[in-house]
């Protein structure tokens, strides 16, 4: 089993964002080193919690820095951009980083309302409606054979510039039917968000299968999922790391405002609704957590169940007081566990 990692750049309450830009290098690097497959970028905007705001800018940072990983975006929320800007921006990272880069595309805002609105100009969803079409121009563009643009005054053909001499791999996102369907009509591979919600992955990912039209970039059914994941020495202490993650997300999903992570001291004695409990108790059911041959085991039953051969985790362990802010030991440790054990 393959296994990668996805970052969100977590920002806790004891970091600067130069903090947690430098612990992200640190776990890139440890990734590298241990033979993870892929490490992918988040983009979110105006939350606290998160660094992660531009995959490509990201992407740049940790491929001067890495060696063999492939680094990609977990993903480019295509309506917040102009397609030609994405093609060209990952047409460079080719180039710049040859045989390394992934475009992983999703269509939803990654954000609240107003945000989304002041990112797409106010065009929220005729940007939405146009997701599909976009997508076809970002892969054409990427290719030799470009894409035609008809004007008033004639058509005109638009490729990515600079050409690489291969093309990034292009990947659909996505954490619902929708998002399934397409991938399978348009022959793409395909990486349902088990992380984020854990719903509906098993019908999605079926429906993926049955549906899928084979095509020159991907002759067959080509399939992942991510989950969030902390791993420590103990049960206990895996789950202590969580707990930070566990209440943001909590937060979010229940309309309170949203800080930086808590470190586990806190989160420990923060006030939690039954509403928020409840989500808490949820998001701890569908993570990987535990000791290293627990976690392993949840690990291969996931892949096994959904009938997947990689997965990608998202280590979300928070830290303790006292600990350096330019660190992310937590999430470093849960790679180095995960690999002994399963590498």
């Not at 979110?44 to 820095?65: D, E, F, K, R």
């Not at 719903?199 to 039209?213: C, M, P, S």
């Amino acid at each position: 089993m393959r296994l990668s990692v996805l970052d969100l750049v977590p920002v806790r309450t004891d970091q600067s964002t130069a903090d947690a830009l430098a612990a992200t290098v640190r776990l890139a690097q440890t990734a590298d080193r241990l033979g993870f497959t892929r490490y992918w970028l988040a983009e979110h905007h105006n939350m606290p919690s998160v660094g992660a705001t531009s995959p490509p800018v990201l992407i740049a940072y940790l491929a001067a820095q890495t060696a063999r990983l492939r680094l990609g975006s977990g993903g480019v929320m295509l309506p917040n951009h102009a397609p030609l800007a994405v093609a060209e921006q990952f047409a460079l990272l080719e180039a710049a980083a040859p045989g390394r880069i992934d475009l992983g595309i999703g269509r939803a805002p990654g954000s609240d309302p107003v945000t989304s609105f002041m990112l797409r100009g106010g065009h929220n969803e005729e940007e939405i409606a146009k997701f599909p079409d976009y997508l076809d121009h970002v892969r054409a563009m990427m290719s030799s054979r470009g894409v035609q643009v008809q004007l008033r005054d004639g058509d005109y053909l638009l490729k990515a510039t600079p050409a690489a001499a291969g093309e990034p791999r292009l990947w659909l996102l996505g954490s619902s039917m929708y998002s399934a369907r397409l991938a399978a009509a348009k022959g793409l591979p395909y990486v349902f968000a088990h992380h984020f919600s854990g719903h509906g992955t098993e019908e999605a990912l079926a429906t993926y299968r049955a549906d899928f039209v084979p095509s020159a970039l991907c002759p067959e059914p080509t399939t992942f999922l991510t989950v969030n994941a902390a791993v420590a020495e103990t049960r206990e202490e895996a789950t202590a790391l969580m707990l930070p993650n566990l209440q943001m997300m909590a937060r979010l999903r229940t309309g309170r405002p949203l800080g930086a992570v808590d470190l586990v001291e806190d989160a420990q004695l923060a006030q939690v609704s039954d509403a928020e409990q409840r989500i808490v108790d949820g998001g701890l059911r569908r993570a990987v957590v535990g000791a290293p041959a627990e976690a392993a085991d949840q690990l291969k039953a996931l892949a096994e169940h959904f009938d997947v051969d990689e997965v990608m985790v998202n280590p979300v362990a928070s830290a303790r007081r006292g600990t350096d802010p330019a660190t992310a030991p937590g999430r470093e440790h849960t790679l180095e566990l995960l690999a002994k054990e399963l590498f």
